[in-house]
């Protein structure tokens, strides 16, 4: 038999074998993984504390240096905001492309896209830990004094919830303007658009530590005791995944309604909307404070290490 023939068989007969091995994996449950790590940047003596990605690809990081910084897709600065007096633990974006920062320095600010400040709020008693915007523009606050606060655009506080028993870690917001916070008392809460409880889920066994709300208006927490949860608008938990051994520091959904977790444990899982895996990623090395979505559901990375991250799926 010519030698071209002998390997058209030995291919198509590897070809077969293989397909009939991928199969297996499939069907027994293994996890087939496809990211890649396409680009990291070093911070040098500073930690990115969150991460977020606009429309066109920037991204923005608030870090250990009290900064907020905006760089380009590729990692490149367009422009620093140093206003800050303590850590920048959490950044978001409104529609309109204004950042809203939060800080252990205790206030609430917020800049513009060209990274000047418009105003800022300064009546937090403690750590800013998490802000959040809805689609109207109203900005919401944790805090690890306990409470949360809703504000208009123009920065004018309208109320403050305190039905929290200890340091609120996270907040997030729905399309109908309801919030859910997290706190080191173990549970979640829903709060109406008024600042009114709705109802609360007291079944973490330890702080939830960060929260997402999906496009159907679901909510998923991450907690301390290294779970995470997904519960429908009246509260009733959907499920619990138990994957990760360290805290669930960070959580983002995609249109699909697929959840990102992010972890201590140095792991970040892709989960379906029913919390079944779909693949992991665990070539990390580093712990992780926060993650973001672009629109090609790049996953963007700030790690423990004074390290951001891009991850392709």
Avoid: C
């Avoid at 009114?196 to 999906?214: E, G, L, P, S």
């Avoid at 005791?225 to 990760?244: A, M, P, Y």
């Avoid at 972890?263 to 909307?273: E, G, H, S």
């Amino acid at each position: 038999m010519p030698k071209s023939v002998q390997f058209s068989v030995f291919t198509k007969s590897f070809v077969i074998v293989f397909s009939f091995l991928f199969l297996v994996m499939i069907t027994s449950g293994l996890t087939v993984s496809a990211q890649n790590l396409d680009w990291q940047l070093n911070l040098e003596d500073f930690d990115a504390q969150s991460i977020v990605v606009d429309a066109e690809g920037n991204i923005y990081i608030g870090t250990t240096d009290n900064s907020v910084k905006k760089l380009d897709s590729d990692g490149n600065p367009i422009w620093v905001f140093d206003g800050h007096r303590g850590v920048v633990n959490s950044i978001t974006l409104d529609n309109n492309g204004n950042i809203y920062s939060g800080s252990s320095d205790n206030t609430l600010r917020k800049i513009n896209s060209d990274g000047q400040e418009v105003w800022q709020y300064d009546r937090h008693w403690s750590n800013v830990t998490s802000v959040a915007v809805d689609n109207s523009g109203y900005i919401y606050t944790s805090s690890r004094d306990g409470l949360v606060r809703k504000f208009n655009p123009e920065g004018t506080r309208l109320w403050t919830f305190d039905g929290h028993t200890g340091p609120v870690h996270a907040v997030a917001v729905d399309s109908e303007g309801n919030v859910f916070s997290g706190s080191t008392d173990n549970t979640l809460r829903k709060i109406d658009a008024d600042g009114n409880q709705v109802w609360y889920y007291d079944r973490h066994w330890d702080a939830v530590t960060a929260i997402a709300v999906d496009a159907e208006d679901n909510i998923i927490s991450g907690s301390r005791d290294s779970e995470v949860r997904k519960f429908n608008q009246d509260g009733r938990r959907l499920w619990t995944f138990k994957g990760h051994t360290g805290t669930v520091q960070s959580l983002a959904t995609d249109s699909q309604n697929n959840i990102y977790t992010a972890n201590t444990d140095t792991k970040i899982f892709k989960l379906d909307p029913e919390g079944s895996e779909i693949w992991r990623f665990e070539d990390l090395r580093d712990g992780i404070f926060s993650i973001s979505l672009d629109n090609q559901n790049n996953i963007f990375i700030a790690d423990n290490n004074m390290r951001i991250k891009m991850l392709s799926q």
